[in-house]
């Protein structure tokens, strides 16, 4: 066992490293699936000591393999162990046919699956499906994992939790919703982004020993990113530092009856160490505000002229938080975009932008899957049927950076060509708000100097982190966005 790498596959990649050890480095598959076995029953003995009764549900492919390996473990081991076969072992072929041989050989109990059979179990272990699942389950087979996940006890899942797609993490039909999973020779895409963290539970990893230098031979469709950077990005500020060293944020936003997003993404650039926030807003607004919040500059702004010199002063421009869709928030954005500054758009930002497409490269989108679906001209469920594609997809059409915001949040650059997957917060994080203040966080690291990619991934973990830290003080329900403020100021100075 060791740590998660960085380095996320599609499944196909996957099946490529594993035939390169096979057939190229002459590790035998057999081998390579006892080892898959023993590192999932060590991690099943660490995990669940006290268990008294291991059922273990064997599907038809490798996956059940593994399985059969689990199971003869755990049976020589002295462990009472009953599998369930969803698929006749007698028609298993190659290497999972020879686990079969193995755990039958140790006098192993099989039986096909039933619902009855589970009774008295502690803990369940799912071999049903691996990788290669490309259309919707149904039948015997989703009936066995709809029985599993109402089952009472602990799903411990091998390589990946049946149903859920290894590339896209999206459903197919019904999915095993395990409470750890352990992982085989590359990371999948799919168990950390979609609902693949939803059906994972604890996420565990076993290289099976393959040579460490076959990975160079594939590029990783992304890779995770976590924090590993972040203190060299905002180095301890020099003794002679003043606030024009920092940057000066303008925010846009705040039509009436949402003045307060504009305000909580000035907040955030403010506590993530900007120099200055301005902060443009409707001319109703900006006294209340600023008695509020005096460190940050209100800006009464009713009309483009008066934006102009406001856009001149700015390092970094944030638009989008309580934007609107009004006259007023359109002629601002256009207004904005015929500055050259840096930007970063949210919210309704981005939902005019759908109107009307801009392709620039100098800024950074930040929508999540209904504004990313209207940006790209399709349903949010296409969207979350394949994040990757989606935000490539982004970067590609509107240029910059996009941040496709959710479980798992993707940030992809045009300009590096790759794409980083951010595995910090949390579903206490899903209210009104947190958009607003992830705009802010970005936008302060843009205006420190921060290239827009680091700045987006530095920004992205940085807001997730201080959400998982407030989460786990008071908990995920009600969580507020401004509960996050005060614990960016701590993660922007590690």
């Known amino acids: 066992m060791r740590e998660l790498p960085f380095e996320l596959y599609r499944a196909a990649q996957v099946r490529e490293l594993d035939r390169i050890a096979i057939e190229e480095r002459g590790i035998p598959g057999y081998t390579l699936m006892s080892r898959a076995g023993e590192a999932a029953f060590d991690l099943l003995r660490q995990r669940w000591p006290n268990a008294r009764r291991l059922v273990v549900v064997c599907g038809g492919g490798n996956n059940g393999g593994d399985g059969y390996v689990v199971a003869r473990l755990a049976r020589q081991a002295g462990w009472p162990v009953q599998v369930l076969a969803l698929t006749d072992p007698a028609r298993l072929g190659g290497d999972a046919q020879t686990a079969w041989r193995d755990a039958r050989a140790a006098e192993t109990s099989i039986l096909p699956f039933s619902a009855a059979a589970l009774d008295d179990a ?48 999206a459903i197919l039909g019904v ?9 085989f020779i590359g990371l999948k895409l799919g ?36 924090g590993e950077d972040f203190p060299g990005l905002l180095p301890p500020r020099p003794r002679s530092a003043h606030k024009g060293h920092f940057g000066h944020v303008l925010v846009v936003g705040g039509d009436s009856g949402m003045a307060g997003a504009a305000r909580m993404a000035g907040e955030a650039a403010a506590r993530c160490g900007a120099g200055l926030v301005s902060v443009a807003t409707r001319a109703a607004h900006a006294g209340l505000q600023a008695a509020v919040r005096p460190e940050l500059m209100f800006q009464g702004v009713e009309t483009p002229e008066e934006l102009e010199p406001l856009l001149d002063r700015a390092t970094v421009i944030a638009i989008g938080p309580g934007l609107g869709r009004s006259d007023w928030g359109r002629t601002l954005l256009h207004t904005v975009l015929t500055s050259d500054k840096p930007l970063v758009v949210d919210a309704d930002g981005l939902n005019l932008l759908a109107v009307d497409p801009v392709f620039r490269e100098n800024w950074l989108l930040t929508p999540h899957p209904g504004e990313a679906a209207r940006l790209l001209k399709m349903t949010p469920a296409q969207v979350e049927a394949d994040r990757l594609t989606a935000v490539e997809d982004l970067a590609l059409r509107f240029g910059g950076v996009s941040v496709l915001k959710g479980a798992g949040s993707l940030i992809a650059s ?34 420190q100097g921060l290239p827009a990619f680091a700045a987006a991934k530095a ?19 009600g969580l507020l966005a401004t509960d996050l403020l005060p614990l960016l100021q701590q993660g922007v100075n590690p």
Request: net charge negative; proline share 5%; aromatic share 6%.
């Open 191 to 226: 168990l950390f982004t979609g609902q693949g963290p939803a059906c994972c539970g604890a996420m565990h990893f076993a290289d099976l020993a393959v040579p460490p230098d076959i990975y160079p031979a594939l590029h990783p469709a992304c890779w995770r990113y976590a």
């Open 122 to 169: 502690d803990l369940l272990v799912d071999a049903i499906l691996g990788t290669g699942l490309e259309r919707e389950i149904s039948g015997a087979w989703r009936e066995a994992i709809q029985t599993m996940n109402a089952y009472p006890a602990d799903i411990f899942a091998l390589d990946i939790p049946s149903g859920l797609h290894a590339d896209t993490g």
């Open 175 to 183: 999915a095993i919703h395990a409470a750890a999973t352990i992982t």
């Open 414 to 447: 045009k300009k590096e060509g790759r794409v980083a997957l951010c595995t910090t917060g949390n579903p206490g994080m899903a209210s009104g708000g947190m958009g607003d203040v992830l705009t802010g966080v970005i936008a302060a690291l843009l205006a």
């Open 459 to 477: 920004g992205v973990y940085l807001h997730g982190l201080a959400g998982d830290q407030a989460a786990r003080k008071n908990g995920e329900r």
